[in-house]
């Protein structure tokens, strides 16, 4: 009987918070916050690559910018400038921005701790200077305008309220997809390579292509990401992917649980409530609150805020059950 109600817990959980996601939109219930949903799923879709890459591989990356702007501007360039397919622009943009990755892959990851995350914040820096200086494909400082939405034959994504739909279900295919890669023989590995590289190696897992490999597909969610901000925003500029967009990526993951999918919805979630509503006054001091942000969560919650809300609720749920036993 308890195994039954702990098998039905997640569903529980699980189908209030959909029916909630899916009236968010309306007007008649949280409309007035579509926009910044729809900025919490982009960045949730980011923030999942980084775990994959961080909280299960054990790989430090301080750029994960590069990859979610790389995708905005490739999608950005070819369906302003050259025409191109809204679609078939984001999906050139996932495999270059994926190609991109795994070339640089290899030679990045012979690096190991406070050097690999100095190699990933200067890529982050490197492309956000292309951003700037390669005007004549970006425009420069001032971005670039005017970029289509995107649509399905006559059906054009060009309210806030399509828009909600269409990110969200990018988001959650994303996240259901990350989740079965992790529950995996894959997660396995990567679990393994997280606990020790020589360990792994030595029963059998391939080190060097499992960490590629995840960058590379981190490097796709950040792509995908970046091309809806470009089409619903229909405007991209250098500022949105500079280094501090890697910071918050990285505080929206340990917030959420480096090692929890679901978590990055929270973390995205908490992030950019703070930065929307309360670090506004904070100006260009908001980086130290971050920071400040970053130093609490991993003192007192180090598993993130996502595996401590489930953690409650496990203690609820058992709380319940004695008690219904008692009875």
């Not at 023989?185 to 029963?203: F, M, P, T, W």
Request: with cysteine; proline share 3%; hydrophobic share 55%.
């Amino acid at each position: 009987m308890i195994a039954r109600a702990k098998s039905k817990w997640p569903y529980l959980v699980a189908t209030p918070l959909l029916v909630f996601l899916i009236l968010i939109p309306f007007d008649w219930f949280l409309g007035q916050y579509t926009s910044l949903m729809i900025f919490i799923g982009i960045h949730t879709m980011v923030t999942v690559g980084l775990c994959l890459l961080l909280g299960y591989t054990g790989q430090v990356s301080l750029g994960q910018a590069a990859f979610y702007g790389t995708g905005a501007y490739i999608s950005a360039i070819l369906s302003k400038t050259y025409d191109v397919d809204p679609w078939l622009a984001m999906a050139i943009a996932a495999t270059a921005t994926g190609a991109f990755a795994y070339v640089i892959g290899y030679p990045i990851f012979r690096l190991k701790g406070n050097y690999l995350a100095m190699a990933t914040l200067g890529l982050g820096i490197i492309m956000y200077i292309l951003f700037n200086q390669l005007g004549q494909f970006t425009g420069g400082p001032d971005g670039m305008a005017g970029i289509p939405y995107l649509s399905v034959g006559g059906f054009a994504f060009d309210t806030p309220f399509k828009r909600y739909f269409l990110v969200w279900f990018f988001c959650l295919a994303v996240l259901l997809i990350s989740q079965n890669i992790v529950r995996s023989r894959a997660g396995r590995a990567l679990r393994a390579i997280h606990g020790s590289e020589a360990a792994a190696e030595s029963i059998g897992v391939n080190v060097d292509q499992f960490k590629v490999k995840i960058l590379v597909l981190s490097a796709v969610y950040a792509s995908l990401a970046g091309s809806l901000f470009a089409h619903h925003m229909t405007h991209v500029s250098p500022s949105s992917f500079d280094f501090i967009a890697s910071v918050k990526v990285v505080v929206m993951a340990v917030i959420g649980g480096l090692a929890s999918v679901w978590g990055a919805i929270f973390g995205a979630a908490s992030t950019r409530i703070l930065s929307d509503e309360l670090l506004l006054t904070f100006g260009e001091w908001d980086i130290v609150a971050y920071g400040a942000i970053l130093m609490l969560v991993m003192i007192f919650m180090p598993e993130g805020l996502f595996v401590g809300l489930k953690n409650l609720f496990e203690q609820l749920r058992l709380r319940y059950q004695r008690r219904g036993a008692e009875a």
